[in-house]
């Protein structure tokens, strides 16, 4: 159980388009989904936490203009980039946070998205 | 401020041979510690979550310590398979409901033939 999935799995866009990714937590609902951002030998950075029915809070210099996150239901979320460049070709992980293990802020990771922006 | 510092930062072993990767934190206030595998070009995978009271944790050939006194926490692997060549990150949640994960850089672990 506790199966996240991300779609597309990779995108490749032009520069100046729009790329929306989807999160799906799968057989849990999930109140809060978070959104990473992976470049190459780096670890994961938080880019914004989104809840279900209300506006993502997103982090320091991350810009929530370009970075658009809708959180609609309890088992989806988007992340759309806005007017891609090619320095924001990375590997965009989505992580749901189980509503039901709240206790142990139990965070299940998608299978990320490869973003390459030409 | 709030740091995950691992080590090595990569390593290269035979395989079946057994290796131990470590993890340092000064995250406060600690809720919990936990141990993720992540593959090349794929999401990061559960393998151990330990809280403050628990001190080891194992999960088929993968074993988890924590000692909360001196922060440390380490990752040991036994009779390592190729298909265990992959990122292991470790990540330490904040404590006091913030529900904010601070990760670890990672140590890249490849096992040859």
Not at chain 2, 87 to 109: A, R
Request: aromatic share 8%; hydrophobic share 30%.
């Amino acid at each position: 159980g506790a199966v996240v999935s991300q779609h597309p799995s990779w995108v490749i866009c032009k520069s100046g388009t729009s790329v929306k990714i989807e999160c799906r937590s799968l057989d849990f609902q999930a109140t809060t989904m978070f959104w990473y951002r992976q470049f190459p030998k780096q670890s994961l950075m938080l880019m914004a936490t989104s809840n279900e029915g209300s506006k993502a809070t997103y982090e320091q210099g991350v810009e929530k203009d370009k970075f658009l996150i809708n959180h609609a239901s309890l088992t989806l979320s988007t992340l759309t980039v806005t007017s891609a460049h090619p320095e924001d070709s990375s590997f965009y992980i989505c992580s749901a946070r189980h509503s039901g293990r709240i206790r142990t802020d139990t965070q299940y990771f998608g299978p990320g998205t490869r973003l390459t922006v030409l | 401020k709030n740091q995950v510092e691992q080590s090595p930062q990569s390593l290269i072993i035979l395989e079946g041979k057994n290796c131990t990767l470590q993890c340092n934190y000064t995250v406060s206030p600690f809720s919990n510690l936990r141990w993720y595998k992540q593959d090349t070009g794929r999401g990061p995978v559960s393998l151990t979550i330990m809280t403050f009271s628990e001190n080891t944790k194992s999960n088929g050939r993968y074993t988890a310590t924590l000692d909360a006194d001196t922060k440390q926490s380490s990752l040991h692997i036994t009779a390592s398979q190729l298909s265990d060549s992959a990122s292991y990150i470790c990540v330490v949640s904040v404590g006091g409901g913030g529900n904010k994960l601070t990760f670890g850089t990672g140590t890249q672990l490849k096992v040859e033939l």
